[in-house]
């Protein structure tokens, strides 16, 4: 996410922070990268003349020239202000006091609104707060039957009605539906158009008016840039919407529009979607995305996506291998296929603070995806046997294991030095010597 963003700030921030001291000139020639790079990422140049006027001042006062570290105050102060333009604080959904609370999904086509609202179904589910969704799509085909997927997956009811072309009234009966259900949440699947077109606009309002939802949450592709910013600014004036939903933020997407949207349309981002699994939607937290986007890290996010994902019992039970040091290849192999659970590499390793700076810079792939497929294939072609007692992989065992993850005998030998070398770090911090030497493996 916002690699390219992120990069370039990293690099300007770098040159700051080595710096004993700041003058005016060192300042506005980081300030002058900075808006180059914000610009590039196709952020909205009022907001960004804003932004950097808001540093600018912030860094050249007495305070910050005079700190003793100049650096870090500038880039402290930038992250509180991305933190600002991003909207402050988190923002929840809105609930009504009697259930079920309607939340109207709107959107041009294909922005992923239909995908969100089977990913936010799953999100309420697991936070134990029943929803129902609701296939108010009556335009294309094949919306009602993909609403309908979908909702299986996440093991959520779908209300449609395939006898009615009146969006609605399918719209009030699912919300009835949901009554009967006693269900916390009614979610609402609406069509999407190519473009903002007054049919569009005078559907929504009638289910609007027939339902009233107390969020009607937009939905827009992060990486349409701008026209996002232009099509949320439309559909605010139109129909008032009350939160805006980000997707498709892994792909290419420079970012622009979500530093932007809040300070144009004063809607805030209720949540971000980061891919196409039911589980890529987080809560959005202005403050974590910005440290991800100046390369701090994002390690809340980190912690609350691996206790959604790692089971407790299993963690405990690791712990007491992992002392008693009898963790072997199975264990490890486990433990990959948790880690995999918690999304793409790429985007865990983002999250971690210094690694997304090192990320940009490391052959493409090395601790990826692959490179887990690579491990997992080398470990599926042995046996048990060898699993637990890894000592008994002689030349012959070897060869075969090679040949049956098509690999080489170096990447089976490669494997079980490092897991050797794992194992001697487990017993050592066992016996308390371990963080020693861990801080200086790290060093
Ligand atoms: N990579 C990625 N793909 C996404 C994301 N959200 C949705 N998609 C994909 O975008 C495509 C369109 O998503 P839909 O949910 O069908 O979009 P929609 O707004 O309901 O589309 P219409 O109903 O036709 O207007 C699908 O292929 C989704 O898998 C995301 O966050 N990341
Ligand atoms: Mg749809």
Redesign the pocket.
């Known amino acids: 996410m916002f690699d390219v963003l992120s990069q370039k700030l990293n690099d300007v921030f770098d040159g700051l922070r080595n710096r004993g001291r700041l003058t005016e000139k060192d300042v506005d020639d980081a300030l002058r990268q900075v808006r180059l790079a914000l610009l590039e990422a196709d952020v909205n140049f009022k907001v960004v003349r804003d932004f950097i006027g808001r540093i600018r001042e912030r860094a050249l006062s007495e305070e910050v020239l005079r700190s003793l570290s100049p650096g870090q105050q500038v880039v402290k102060a930038t992250h509180e202000e991305m933190s600002g333009i991003l909207g402050g604080g988190a923002k929840r959904l809105i609930q009504m006091p009697t259930p079920p609370s309607v939340v109207l999904l709107v ?10 609202a089977a990913k936010l179904a799953k999100y309420l589910k697991d936070s134990n707060q029943l929803p129902v969704l609701v296939a108010a ?1 009556l335009q ?1 085909p094949a ?1 009602v039957k ?1 609403l309908e997927t979908l909702g299986g997956q996440v093991g959520v009811e779908v209300y449609s009605d395939d006898t009615s072309d009146q969006t609605v009234k399918v719209a009030t009966d699912g919300v009835k539906r949901a009554v009967g259900l006693k269900a916390v949440w009614t979610l609402v ?1 609406t ?2 158009r190519f473009q903002i077109d007054d049919e569009l606009m005078v559907e929504i309002e009638q289910v609007k008016a027939a339902v009233s939802p107390v969020e009607t949450l937009l ?1 827009v592709d992060a990486m349409t840039g701008q026209d996002a910013v232009h099509v949320a600014e439309e559909f605010h004036s139109r129909i008032g919407i009350t939160g805006l939903v980000l ?5 290419d997407a420079r970012g622009g529009a979500a530093l932007s949207i809040v300070s144009v349309t004063g809607v805030p981002i209720k949540f971000i ?4 699994n039911m589980g ?1 939607l987080e809560q959005f937290h202005p403050d974590r995305l910005a440290s991800r986007v100046l390369g701090m890290g994002d390690v809340l996010t980190l912690i609350e996506k691996s206790q959604s994902t790692f089971d407790q019992d299993q963690a405990v039970e690791l712990e007491k291998k992992m002392r008693q040091a009898t963790f072997d290849l199975d264990d490890f192999l486990g433990q990959l296929q948790q880690l995999k659970k918690m999304g793409p590499m790429s985007q865990v390793m983002e999250m971690i603070p210094g690694l997304s700076s090192i990320k940009a810079k490391l052959p493409t792939d090395t601790l990826g995806d692959h490179q887990i497929k690579i491990v997992e294939a080398l470990i599926y072609s042995m046996t048990l046997e060898e699993r637990r007692r890894p000592e008994i992989i002689g030349g012959s065992r070897r060869r075969r294991i090679a040949r049956g993850s098509g690999t080489t005998p170096q990447d089976v030998n490669q494997l079980l030095n490092q897991f050797g070398q794992m194992k001697k770090l487990m017993r050592q911090m066992a016996s308390g010597k371990g963080m020693k030497n861990l801080s200086r493996m790290l060093r």
């Open positions: 959107g041009l086509n294909g922005s992923g609104k239909t995908t969100t799509d294309r919306a993909q699947d069509a999407g939905v997707t498709k933020l892994d792909g979607a980061t891919g196409e890529a």
